[in-house]
Nanobody, 117 residues
Framework: QVQLVESGGGLVQAGGSLRLSCAAS???????????VAWFRQVPGKPREFVAS??????PWEDSVKGRFIISRDNAKNMVYLQMNSLKPEDTAVYYC?????????WGQGTQVTVSS
């Protein structure tokens, strides 16, 4: 069982930066490091879309955020981060942290990011 809590969202002007955090609480014998983790985002009325994930083999990126967003994780602290730079109004969305292992999928409650033009 994993509980995820996102934080760090807010209002920022275009061109600015935000750092989102996702704190994971893991119960049982599994360690947080064994989970695939990712960030998604969702705009009202649209499907939730993949933003980025952190895997042992690299960091896949959604094209629109390549070169602007950086994902990282600290397994010792059970944390996942999303550094967002050069933000654009189209990045406005609720951002969700996601963890998955062996088909068990977990979501946080989301954090709102609003980028003003």
């Amino acid at each position: 069982q994993v509980q995820l809590v996102e934080s760090g969202g807010g209002l920022v002007q275009a061109g600015g930066s935000l750092r989102l955090s996702c704190a994971a609480s893991v119960s049982g014998r599994t360690s947080f490091s064994s989970y695939w983790v990712a960030w998604f985002r969702q705009v009202p009325g649209k499907p939730r879309e993949f933003v980025a994930s952190s895997t042992s083999s690299g960091t896949p990126w959604e094209d629109s955020v390549k070169g602007r967003f950086i994902i990282s994780r600290d397994n010792a602290k059970n944390m996942v981060y999303l550094q967002m730079n050069s933000l654009k109004p189209e990045d406005t969305a609720v951002y969700y942290c996601n963890a998955d292992r062996d088909g068990r999928n977990y979501w946080g409650q989301g954090t709102q990011v609003t980028v003003s033009s």
